[in-house]
């Protein structure tokens, strides 16, 4: 892969260079050139190879549980039980078929990931400007830029004109960057103030440079990103750890039930080994969990789809649920939180009249203040002084130019000014750009007959220049500590300060900048999203901490945070510099420094990363926000990585879990919710299984207990959890919101699948089903003495039982009376469709006889109707219980605390 300029090629080209100003201008020779491609390789980022359909087929059976079920099928085919096995296989290939295909159509859906360095650029090459394909510059390349180009490398500048560079996507600083190839920028310096370079995948914005390129590829800041990005992943999603806890919990629970059933077997007497066996076999068919992968399965698939709906795409199935069990958010700010978009957010007059503005970005919106003719002057400079262009092109505002430009037509649209209007009015006779050894920009311009002079640029420059202030459309002797204390309080806010002048009636062609008017400030800010402080608000509201965590300047970082609600204003934010200080103290030091803070500046992306394993450490679940290359390491690291789909990067979707596709913060909160949803739902399938799992086990050993020959066979396990419950299994992973679930905060990052409410469920509801199962297994052998007819009577009833049991797993705490039936319309017809199946079944020849089913009489059938309605009563009873417990909960006072 490509990489940048190694020591003895940089002696002889990139310093040889620096040192002989006529050695660029020739640039390399076309041979040179060539010859370098095949020795560094192309200017290209490697592109990882998508998995084919097969590799993610297969990859469907890495999970812990298929390894269970895998056994079991093993163990079936070794003691001749080959019903139990195919059943066991046909489930597996089932749920590989379907998560295969989910996550197939994910990653279609994602399938625009490219290259981020890509496209042309202009080489000097023998001595002229060259069009080349961006993948054929090599290091020590010349290159040429100018306004609107995507840097195709990194660069060391040693010419520029008026040239700044939107830098965003690697730093997260929102303003672009006005590079001077005259400053030496040490070389550990932050990205942002390496002002004497360009870096690969940078925008620019306005002007032209020329820079020697110093690294091309994986060598190019941009390409060591993208090199960590794809390192395997650090961090499991949520769901897996506590699937992986789960299946060992239920492993270890089988090996014991089964040590102990032929424990008490072998103590009771009468078994032969052969019936210990099968036994054995079955007590393992009961207990594992066969339905949860396509259940598990078809949950995380539905959870996508109502995601895709909201806005969010899912790139692997199990992402679905990470983002809901998160209980950390690292957000970027630029193009996340805010819109990146520079906005003048208010104005400020000589007489300390304060004008705000309403809409983010070139969005609609009005200025608002008393006396807001006044501000006229003061807009009209700020068009003209402008290189910009706004206009609305169909339907939609266009803007090309500077960004500061374009927020002063902007500014002037919410005043309800015609651009094309004044500009017509008002002919521009002379321009002087802005530069920043100037710091100001000027317009001469024809006015009434003379000529007028408008400039704006920083408050220092301009300040120095006014002899004048307006005040109430007079001018005034200028008060300059006034003005200067103005300038400061919006500093300190995080405000960019542009200041704003003008002079009637001056030669066309003077030079000097004297004998201004000042006419007031304008206060710039990328603004907060409308939808990001709501979004924050309910994250909060959900137990959800969010960090800011970007590139930009402190006191921006500081204003954003405060507006969000991040923080208050005498919070402190911790930097990049601070962190790297913390770093060289030691782990704890950086642990007692980061965990406090939620406003973090002029981060680095391996700063990202420490800080994100920091709360990692700290016992959070951490989901990353972002849209730019500079937030990808980070998303990699987390348990949850979320890009931005309009204005991310490749690199930064690459390394995501899920795409937010409208880049509204909003929708992230939407996907909380939705992924709090989907493990929801997951859990009451556990729990539904679960349970049944321990009334079989229950009616096991009260089987043995009792000296009675096996209850069930595994076959008809296999059938009764794959089959008869198999169908209401996957449709109760349909169940709809219940509503209140961002009113909770979200589950302990340690807290297991298996707590304490799906234990106590377990118990009580397995244990009545157990118990009364045997009462009816027990009663039907000792009043017909025919064993096969008990375990057909059984069956039926562990089938009504599971009608009763997925109807009333629909909700933890409202009584199954209380939740309309038609809102998960999949279990309104899957409850009546696997009792239907099992009656049907036991008219078919064949099927009847491999199961062991048999029609039974009405009154049979009657009896094992009214036991069921038992459980149901003790179900309701159960959650009365545990509704009151709540409330007598709600109602105790907590203790004061003495300190």
């Not at 008002?426 to 920043?436: A, D, T």
Request: aromatic share 6%; proline share 5%; net charge negative.
């Amino acid at each position: 892969m490509a990489q940048s300029v190694p020591q003895d090629c940089a002696e002889s080209d990139s310093k040889a260079d620096a040192r002989d100003p006529a050695m660029p201008e020739q640039g390399l020779t076309s041979a040179e050139a060539a010859r370098r491609l095949a020795q560094y390789g192309p200017n290209k980022l490697p592109e990882p190879r998508p998995p084919g359909l097969v590799m993610i087929f297969l990859r469907q059976f890495l999970s812990p549980f298929i390894y269970i079920l895998l056994v079991a099928a093993i163990v079936s085919v070794l003691v001749r039980q080959m019903p139990s096995a195919i059943f066991i296989a046909v489930v597996l290939v089932l749920n590989a078929v379907i998560g295969a295909i989910q996550e197939f159509s994910a990653q279609r859906s994602a399938a625009a990931l490219k290259a981020m360095v890509k496209g042309v650029a202009h080489a000097v090459r023998d001595g002229s400007v060259h069009r080349v394909d961006a993948a054929e510059v090599v290091p020590g390349d010349v290159l040429v830029v100018a306004s609107g180009d995507r840097t195709p490398a990194d660069m060391v500048l040693y010419s520029a004109e008026d040239l700044t560079v939107d830098e965003s996507m690697l730093t997260g600083e929102s303003l672009a960057v006005l590079k001077d190839p005259s400053v030496e920028a040490e070389p550990d310096a932050p990205l942002a103030e390496q002002v004497n370079r360009l870096f690969a995948g940078s925008v620019i914005t306005r002007g032209r440079g020329r820079g020697l390129v110093t690294a091309t590829g994986l060598k190019t800041e941009i390409g060591q990103i993208a090199e960590r990005v794809t390192a395997r992943r650090t961090s499991e999603p949520p769901l897996m750890i506590r699937i992986r806890r789960f299946t060992y919990q239920v492993a270890g629970a089988i090996l014991l039930a089964i040590c102990l059933l032929a424990g008490l077997m072998a103590l009771r007497g009468g078994y032969t080994p052969p019936e210990m066996l099968m036994m054995g076999i079955g007590l393992a068919v009961s207990a594992i969990p066969e339905g949860l992968p396509a259940a598990l399965t078809v949950a995380l698939a539905i959870g996508m789809q109502r995601m895709a709906k909201n806005n969010v795409v899912i790139r692997k199935l199990v992402a679905v649920e990470a983002l809901g069990s998160c209980t950390f958010i690292c957000s970027d700010k630029t193009g996340t939180l805010t819109v990146n978009e520079l906005t003048i957010d208010r104005a400020v007059l000589p007489d300390g009249a304060i004008y705000a503005t309403t809409g983010a970005g070139i969005a609609p919106g009005h200025v608002s203040g008393e006396g807001i003719e006044k501000l006229r002057d003061l807009i009209e400079t700020g068009v003209l002084a402008n290189e910009s262009m706004l206009e609305y092109t169909g339907g939609d505002w266009v803007s090309d130019g500077d960004i500061v430009d374009i927020a002063f037509l902007v500014f002037a649209k919410k005043y309800g000014l015609s651009l094309s209007d004044l500009r017509a009015e008002k002919q521009q006779l002379r321009l002087i750009p802005y530069e920043s050894e100037r710091a100001f920009s000027a317009s001469f311009n024809r006015d009434r007959g003379t000529c007028g002079l408008h400039v704006k640029g920083s408050p220092e420059k301009v300040l120095e220049a006014s002899t004048h202030m307006m005040c109430d459309g007079q001018a005034v002797p200028i008060d300059r500590d006034a003005i200067s204390e103005q300038f400061n309080s919006l500093a300190r806010k995080g405000y960019r300060v542009i200041a704003l002048a003008h002079r009637r009636g001056v030669d066309e062609d003077a030079d000097a900048l004297e004998n201004l008017v000042f006419l007031g400030m304008v206060a710039m800010i990328d603004p907060v999203r409308p939808e990001a402080r709501e979004a924050v608000a309910r994250c909060r509201d959900g137990g959800i901490s969010v960090a800011m965590v970007t590139g930009d300047h402190p006191a921006t970082a500081r204003a954003i945070g405060t507006d969000l609600g991040l923080c208050c204003p005498e919070d402190p934010v911790v930097t990049g510099a601070m962190i790297r200080q913390a770093e060289a103290e030691g782990s704890a030091a950086v642990r007692e420094l980061v965990l406090p803070v939620r406003v973090f500046a002029r981060i680095e992306p391996t700063q990202k990363e420490l800080i994100v394993a920091t709360f990692e450490e700290a016992g959070h679940f951490v989901a990353v926000t972002g849209d730019g290359v500079n937030d990808a390491p980070a998303m990699r690291k987390a348990n949850a990585g979320v890009a931005m789909g309009k204005s991310g990067t490749d690199v930064a979707k690459e390394a995501a879990d899920l795409i937010i596709t409208d880049d509204n913060f909003a929708s992230i909160v939407s996907g909380v919710e939705q992924g709090r949803i989907v493990y929801n739902n997951i859990r009451k399938v556990i729990s539904l299984l679960t349970a049944t799992g321990f009334s079989a086990l229950l009616l096991f050993f009260l089987s043995v207990a009792a000296g009675l020959p096996m209850p069930l066979t595994a076959v008809q396990l296999l059938w009764l959890n794959l089959v008869a419950n198999g169908l209401q299994d996957v449709a109760l992973a349909f169940e709809p919101k219940e509503g209140n679930e961002l009113s909770k905060p979200p589950r302990k990052p340690s807290e297991p699948i298996f707590e304490r409410h799906v234990i106590e469920h377990v118990l009580v509801a397995g244990g009545i089903m157990g118990l009364l199962a045997f009462a009816v297994f027990s009663f039907a052998y000792s009043g017909t003495g025919d064993h096969g007819a008990a375990q057909n009577i059984t069956l039926l009833m562990m089938v009504l039982f599971g009608n009763v049991h997925a109807l009333s797993s629909r909700s933890e705490t409202r009584s199954l009376f209380r939740i309309r039936y038609f809102a998960n319309p999949f279990l309104a017809i899957a409850t009546p469709a696997a009792l239907t199946v099992h009656l049907i079944s036991m008219w078919i020849p064949g099927l009847n006889s491999v199961i062991g089913l048999a029609p039974v009489s009405l009154s049979i059938f009657g009896l094992i109707v009214g036991v069921a309605v038992i459980f149901l009563a003790a179900e309701e009873l159960h959650k009365a219980s545990i509704r009151l417990r709540a409330r007598q909960s709600a109602d105790t006072p907590v203790p004061e605390t003495v300190s």
